[in-house]
């Protein structure tokens, strides 16, 4: 298992996953991020949990209209903002990289 350094918010994560993986948890570090700072330049500095309760729920909101479109053949909207990353293959470890970044997440929320 190999780790990789994120960025969010200002702050470095270190976060598991799969060899061969950590180019993609990059990018989606990035995008993740890229909703966090956008959230707290909205609302402020909330604490960190709060800022990626909302940009976790702003993402699930992404992609459940996503899910909507194509569902009703409209196809994925090209949208301005952070780039996407691209469905990874099956069984490639994207969720253990989730599992990891959840318990990382998990960790931090003990400490407030």
Do not use: W
């Not at 470095?12 to 180019?23: M, N």
């Amino acid at each position: 298992m190999a780790t990789v350094t994120v960025e969010v918010n200002g702050r470095s994560y270190a976060v598991g996953c799969a060899d061969g993986q950590e180019e993609r948890v990059g990018i989606l570090a990035r995008q993740f991020d890229s909703h966090v700072r956008q959230i707290a330049g909205d609302v402020g500095h909330v604490g960190d949990l709060r800022l990626f309760l909302m940009a976790s729920l702003m993402l699930a909101d992404e992609l459940h209209e996503a899910r909507q479109r194509l569902e009703n053949g409209q196809g994925p909207a090209v949208q301005d903002g952070p780039q996407k990353a691209p469905p990874p293959p099956p069984g490639d470890g994207v969720a253990e990289a989730l599992n990891a970044v959840a318990a990382r997440i998990e960790k931090i929320c003990q400490t407030i």
